[in-house]
T-cell receptor, first 112, second 115 residues
């Protein structure tokens, strides 16, 4: 059974700081790893999707990496802004029927 | 392309009452998911359909929750009777036929408060 963990559960940083969010998964036989953002009272917004054949994906100030052998993914946010404040979720795709298992989330607060 | 549609967006009911949520996936998407997200937690898969067949309902509380997917398109999730701990957002998602390149698309969610 796939289990996905995110550390830390909450993070508070000053504006402008670079930061890293961590995601760990127990079953390395994944074929996608996806990062989402969730604002309070809102649904999920996809940020980056990394396929198993890839090591990383970049979009603007966001960079996500994937290391299947160690069961880890990281989301790097450069030059953080108050608008980045949200909960960040990672999700691992695995299994014959594309089961998508979510982590527990990291709540980020960027202080102006 | 229209996204995943869910209704109602918000619902407040008393415990022991029943409620139903509806989901219309993206056209042509074979896989449909229902997730439950309790405040402060990550989404938990309740049930997954491939076309109109269930492929995973291991975490669905079957004594009170039920779901169906009509003709492999729309889906409804029902809770009867509701408990206070069912207060959560219910997220519907869909995906094309399974494959390594197929991302999952979410609706806006249905917020349930049980009082």
């Amino acid at each position: 059974k796939q289990e996905v963990t995110q550390i830390p559960a909450a993070l508070s940083v000053p504006e402008g700081e670079n930061l890293v969010l961590n995601c760990s998964f127990t079953d390395s036989a994944i074929y996608n790893l996806q990062w989402f953002r969730q604002d309070p009272g809102k649904g999920l917004t996809s940020l980056l999707l990394i396929q198993s054949s890839q090591r990383e994906q970049t979009s603007g100030r966001l960079n996500a990496s994937l290391d299947k052998s160690s069961g880890r993914s990281t989301l790097y946010i450069a030059a953080s802004q108050p608008g980045d404040s949200a909960t960040y979720l990672c999700a691992a795709y695995s299994g014959g029927y594309q089961k998508v298992t979510f982590g527990t989330g990291t709540k980020l607060q960027v202080i102006p | 392309e229209a996204g995943v549609a869910q209704s109602p967006r918000y619902k407040i009911i008393e415990k022991r009452q029943s409620v139903a949520f509806w989901c219309n996936p993206i056209s042509g998407h074979a896989t449909l998911y229902w997730y439950q997200q309790i405040l402060g937690q990550g989404p938990k898969l309740l049930i997954q359909f491939q076309n109109n067949g269930v492929v995973d309902d291991s975490q669905l509380p079957k004594d009170r929750f039920s779901a169906e997917r009509l003709k492999g398109v729309d889906s409804t999730l029902k809770i009867q009777p509701a408990k206070l701990e069912d207060s959560a957002v219910y997220l519907c998602a869909s995906s094309p036929v399974q494959g390594s390149r197929n991302t999952i698309y979410f609706g806006e969610g249905s917020w349930l408060t049980v009082v």
